[in-house]
């Protein structure tokens, strides 16, 4: 090993994979590169069978992750010409709750031919939101028993979470449930592909599966009220040591090794969720800096020094995020993915020409167009609800809105309207921690859409009224995992020691921010007025119309 050492980040996301080469002096990324998922994310049909999928569903192949470090991996040491003899460790973050069944020696089972027809084999990925009726059941049930952990989850547990995912199984293939030996995240998945060790990670357990520091997972008592057939799960399907992030999982194994062109016996680290691993990869170790990981969904994470509720939060789970603190998150379930649909499903051919013909993309022309309105000057108002309300709601089952629109509507308003409604909605969150006694003092922007649209990033700070830094990363959940890989590996292997000492050494922002502009600030504050009210009014009971066309919608298609 020479005097320079580096260490590697996969970062899973929604579409793809990918693998950032960073030197451990200071942060520089040395390499990087993408693998896209080949089978893409399942909504529609299984590979292979062509098994069709009921409505909500989100499936991925596990496959595809091991294809990401065979492809990203080698990619990023051949571009770098580093040699692997200096790559002292490896950790990756990923999209969660996205899970999977395995069997004894934690093959995937999904990947075996007996079971492979069936669905609830396959990896459920975060966004599948077919488990709702179950998760609903938790909250209530939990409710009833007086449960102290739906306080830490804001008053409710999530269908995109663990529980409510192999409740469904249970449900609707209990031979699936019956065979699976474990449940695990597919962070898990990978480390154990990796190293051979089973482990599950504190950051996952703790927001996705209801797991405590002290309490540990909620009682037998509790999961046999769910139903009978779930009472021994935790120390069953959901058993094996929970390790703390940073915490080395074990070592690359020869094979894999050989087959990402590294050095076996390297640390790999426990796995993590992506938007927490993009908060040292800012460089924020303290209190009342809240990072937004803002990509298909915006992920937002806080951290704190006391454990407070906070109305529809996702969870606050001790050591979660950074050791030593209280880590916050909540989040939008889609912000990117909500201008997507509008590109792609919503917006006439003739402007899709227009930014053809100028060789600009459709979010850009957009979003030039946008740019030249005022705050307040569309007269829309949109609700961010098109794949529900993670926070503070905790709905799956609310719809978008957009209301003001006239026989003058363009297309370019109705984005911007998109984009200004989910500033509204990161407002909301930031309220409801500030409220709440959690403080939120500056803002930090790391992921895609930092980088793609500034114009998003004005709206958010005007919407906020608070500066926002961005991260200078391009691949911030990727550094933040190499970092906790090098944690893995440790100081006296060429690593650190602290995530807090690797973060001060190799994290930084960019030096220009977003700041608020007075002027936007005071009209936004009376949409944001007006967003409240309709936000309540739709999403706190007083007109249920979107979960009415929802089961009208689903009593029709199942006839
Ligand atoms: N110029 C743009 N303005 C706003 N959103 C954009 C723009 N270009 C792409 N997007 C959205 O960004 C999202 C992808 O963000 P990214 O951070 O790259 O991905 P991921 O969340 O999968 O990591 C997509 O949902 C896409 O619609
Ligand atoms: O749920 C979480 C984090 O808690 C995310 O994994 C999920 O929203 C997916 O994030 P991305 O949009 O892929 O960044």
Known sequence: MSSTTYAIGVDYGTQSGRAVLVDLADGTEVADHVTPYPHHVIDEKLPGSGVRLGHDWALQHPGDYLEVLKRSVPAVMRESGVDPADVVGLGIDFTATTMLPVNEAGEALCLLPEYRDNPHSWVKLWKHHAAQEEANLINEIARKRGEKFLARYGGKTSSEWMIAKIWQILNEAPDIYEKADRFLEAADWVVLKMTGSFTRNSCTSGYKAIWHKQDGYPGNDFFKALDPRLEQLTETKLRGGILPLGSKAGELTEEMAAAMGLRPGIAVAVGNVDAHAAVPGVGVVEPGKLVMAMGTSVCHMLLGEKEIEVEGMCGVVEDGIIPGYLGYEAGQPAVGDIFEWFVEEAVPAY???????????????????????????????????????????????????????TLLTKPEEIYRALLEAAAFGTRKIVDAFQDSGVPVIELYACGGLPQKNALLMQIYADVTNREIKVAASKQTPALGAAMFGAVAAGRANGGYDSIVDAARKMARVREESYKPIPEHVAVYDKLYGEYTKLHDYFGRGGNNVMKVLKSIKEDTASR
Do not use: C, F
Request: hydrophobic share 40%; no cysteine.
């Open 351 to 405: 402007v899709k020409q227009a930014a053809g013909s100028e060789g600009i993309g459709v979010h850009e022309y957009l979003t030039r167009l946008a740019s030249a309105y005022k705050p307040g000057q569309t007269g829309l108002l949109a609700l961010d609800w098109w794949n529900g309300n993670r926070s503070v709601l905790v709905d799956t089952d609310l719809t978008g809105l957009l209301v003001g629109m």
